[in-house]
């Protein structure tokens, strides 16, 4: 017997011992798989197609070597990139008729390959130092945590509800007129280049702001806010807290002061 259990002693007791080990070694930390998308297409014929795009549709504002005129920035520098380009691109606020417009979501001109054809076109014929395009995963996210990093970083403009508004003046209190654009209309990329490029007025959120897996939370949470769960009674358009409170006391108090009338009314007639 004692035959039996020295070669089985020998051979388990290490395999315990490195499975302890294993056990309590501390879990790797988040590492974020590569960019969302560096599989466009760089061959001579997709470049070819960009640069025939941006000389027609976006030279004439940001120059035929991308540095900038009187009427459009220069893209050569950052936060100008990938991200920004496919950003700006695939939301429809570029290419714009008027350089002086606001530019605001809308359908865009462009087709996949088409706009791939650009941001490939800018990233290696050009060159832009701006920051690739992000891999975001929401399912990977957790959605407390995407609520905390949206209440702390973006509820202030974008309104808790993700409603938008219009930010009215700045720090000196001058007004802006700026738009603060809704995101009922934003996905997951949307959600994780704006934050890595900050287009418009937005500010940008680099890594130390932001991490990564904080970003996967965040989409989750902008996604939550498109379908929430209204447990609360009539949304009223998810027009945001202050608003709806507002709209309480005012229709509450409107349909008090119309019972006292109806009751003051009907106590006259007694009369």
């Given at each position: 017997m004692r035959r039996i259990l020295t070669p089985l002693l020998v051979t388990l007791v290490p395999a315990a011992v490195l499975g302890a080990c294993t056990y309590f070694r501390a879990p790797a930390p988040y590492r974020p798989p590569p960019s969302y998308r560096t599989d466009y297409p760089t061959d001579s014929a997709t470049l070819a197609i960009g640069e025939h795009l941006f000389a027609r549709d976006c030279a004439f504002c940001h120059g035929s070597d991308a540095r900038g005129t009187d009427r459009?920035?220069?893209?050569?520098?950052?936060?100008?990139?990938?991200?920004?380009?496919?950003?700006?691109?695939?939301?429809?606020r570029m290419p714009i008729d008027d350089p002086?417009?606001?530019?605001?979501?809308?359908?865009?001109?462009?087709?996949?390959?088409?706009?791939?054809?650009?941001?490939?076109?800018?990233?290696?014929?050009?060159?832009?130092?701006?920051?690739?395009?992000?891999?975001?995963?929401?399912?990977?996210?957790?959605?407390?945590q995407?609520?905390?990093?949206?209440?702390?970083?973006?509820?202030?403009?974008?309104?808790?509800?993700?409603?938008?508004?219009a930010m009215l003046?700045?720090?000196?209190?001058?007004?802006t007129g700026v738009h603060i654009p809704g995101l009922s209309a934003a996905d997951s990329e949307d959600v994780a280049q704006a934050v890595r490029t900050g287009p418009g007025a937005m500010p940008r959120f680099g890594e130390g702001v932001i991490s990564d897996q904080e970003l996967d939370s965040l989409a989750r949470y902008v996604q939550h806010l498109h379908q929430p769960d209204d447990r609360g009674g009539w949304p009223i358009g998810r027009i945001g807290p202050v608003a709806e409170g507002a709209a309480g006391w005012i229709l509450g108090l409107g349909v008090l002061a119309l019972f006292i009338r109806w009751v003051g009314t009907k106590r006259g007639e007694l009369r």
């Open positions: 459009a920035p220069d893209l050569t520098v950052e936060p100008n990139g990938p991200a920004l380009t496919d950003f700006m691109l695939r939301t429809g002086d417009a606001p530019s605001r979501r809308r359908p865009s001109p462009y087709d996949e390959r088409e706009i791939d054809a650009i941001v490939a076109y800018l990233d290696l014929a050009i060159g832009q130092p701006g920051p690739a395009i992000p891999n975001v995963d929401p399912a990977a996210g957790d959605l407390a995407g609520q905390a990093v949206y209440s702390e970083n973006c509820a202030a403009c974008h309104a808790s509800t993700g409603i938008g508004g003046a700045d720090e000196d209190g001058h007004r």
